[in-house]
């Protein structure tokens, strides 16, 4: 079975095949990627984000429902870095989406991280290549925004919304701590709840200095420019039609002003990093061993025998020399 082949089939088995294989951290999934890398960048990533129980899995549910309307094909990662057990949010985010679970043109998949949450980030941007090449038009990724492994995660979509609710307390306090920055699009949800009204002015308030030349939230969505706040209650399915829109429009905005291919210019340059950093890694940890020299390196260092930087600088040296010799034989 050609896997590849498949997947741009849109083969849910070799999908869901090839996902796990990236999970696995599996060597075979590198070739596998590269692969469907050239059928990929047709896909819209939209994050969303917010704290748990904001109401993420009922608005991207709703969503879904809009998005199959138009006969596009959607496919939602939820991913929760916080909980290695893959705790009770998935499951949760599994039974919101439940709606869906037979329409063959939604793909839903969990990820928790697994114990390695370092890798989440880029595991996360190979499923969305996958789903990409895939053919799924739509990719919701579903995060809480609160660490910098979510943030990391949410820096891989296109479009950003950020969803808040009223009476939670900390919405200002997750604000200050830089999600505000990250977002594009912003939801006031449970509007049927006390105090949205006010969560609305304070999104505004806090937007204004975000866009300090009036292109901000002040303004009301669709009207193109700065950054569209909109109230929804997902639950009894009100504004959802706004945001859906909302949405379109904010991608065919940046899209139209070049903003989206700078992002994702900037967004393979972070890749391209995080795998250059991690291949690196695991040539030094082949080669001087360096998870297992490791605590004897720090032992010297406490005892004050070794310099922080001599040592590595040394290490270094050596494996070089040691490269260099293998070429020469
Ligand atoms: N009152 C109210 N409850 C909602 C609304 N949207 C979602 N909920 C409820 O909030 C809870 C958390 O929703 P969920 O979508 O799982 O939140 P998530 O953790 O952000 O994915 C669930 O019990 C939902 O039924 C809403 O607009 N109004
Ligand atoms: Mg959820």
């Known amino acids: 079975m050609d896997l590849v082949a498949e997947v741009r089939r849109g083969k849910l088995r070799a999908i869901a095949r090839t996902i796990s294989l990236i999970e696995d951290l599996e060597p075979e999934a590198e070739s596998l990627v590269d692969a469907l890398y050239p059928h990929t960048g047709r896909s819209l990533i939209v994050g969303v984000t917010g704290s748990p129980g904001a109401g993420k899995s009922t608005l991207v549910d709703k969503l879904i429902t809009l998005e199959r309307g138009r006969g596009r094909k959607v496919a939602v990662i939820a991913v929760d870095p916080s909980s290695p057990f893959s705790g009770g949010a998935i499951l949760g985010d599994r039974l919101r989406m439940q709606t869906h679970a037979t329409d063959p043109g939604v793909f839903i998949r969990s990820m928790a991280s697994r114990g390695f949450l370092g890798g989440i980030a880029a595991a996360t941007g190979d499923v969305i290549k996958v789903l990409d090449a895939a053919g799924y038009q739509s990719i919701f990724i579903e995060t809480i925004g609160v660490g910098q492994t979510e943030i990391k995660i949410v820096e891989l979509s296109d479009i950003v919304v950020l969803v808040l609710m009223p009476g939670a307390g900390d919405e200002i306090q997750a604000m200050k701590a830089g999600v505000m920055e990250i977002g594009d699009i912003f939801v006031i949800n449970k509007k049927d709840l006390p105090g949205a009204d006010k969560l609305l002015a304070e999104v505004q308030y806090v937007l204004s200095f975000k ?12 009207e193109g420019g700065g950054n569209p706040v909109l109230m929804t209650s997902a639950a009894r399915d009100e504004g959802i039609e706004q945001l859906h829109r ?12 070049g903003r989206l291919a700078d992002k994702r210019r900037f967004r393979l340059q972070r890749e391209l990093l995080g795998i250059l950093t991690r291949k690196v890694h695991e040539l ?3 080669q001087i061993e360096v998870s297992k020299q490791l605590p004897q390196w720090a032992e010297s260092l406490y005892r004050h025998r070794a310099r922080p930087y001599a040592l590595i600088n040394e290490q270094i040296g050596n494996f070089l020399r040691e490269k260099s010799n293998d070429r020469e034989n």
């Open 284 to 286: 030094m940890d082949v």
């Open 246 to 257: 909302a949405i379109g429009a904010y991608a065919e905005e940046i899209d139209g002003s």
């Open 211 to 222: 866009n300090p030349t009036g292109r901000s939230g002040e303004r009301n969505q669709s």
